[in-house]
């Protein structure tokens, strides 16, 4: 069973930039969908972004031309880059693979 680890996460000032790293214990190139979520406190684990093994994207509205998704299989390896970060972003990140989670990074963004 694959297990994942996030990194990356931090504090940082509004309209800054942070890379989330999640690196699986095992190769991801069979696994179709690899995804990054969020939850914030008093709020449900919501979708941030996904991308398939052939490249395909999608994103929340939310993040839409802020955040960008990416997966390197020779590294098992997904990214998620996020810039112009707003304090609405802040929240803990949690990448996930079909079934499986990772532990989560906490993003902040506040001045």
């Known amino acids: 069973q694959v297990q994942l680890v996030e990194s990356g996460g931090g504090l940082v000032q509004p309209g800054g930039s942070l890379r989330l790293s999640c690196v699986a214990s095992?190769?991801?190139?069979?696994?179709?969908?690899m995804a990054w979520y969020r939850q914030a406190p008093g709020n449900q684990r919501e979708l941030v972004a996904e991308?398939?093994?052939?490249?395909?994207?999608k994103y929340v509205d939310a993040v839409k031309g802020r955040f960008t998704i990416s997966r390197d299989n020779t590294k098992n390896t997904v990214y998620l880059q996020m810039n112009s970060l707003k304090p609405e972003d802040t929240a803990v990140y949690y990448c996930?693979?079909?079934?499986?989670w990772g532990q989560g990074t906490q993003v902040t963004v506040s001045s």
């Open positions: 996930r693979a079909a079934a499986i």
């Open positions: 095992r190769s991801i190139y069979s696994i179709w969908a």
């Open positions: 991308i398939t093994t052939i490249g395909t994207t």
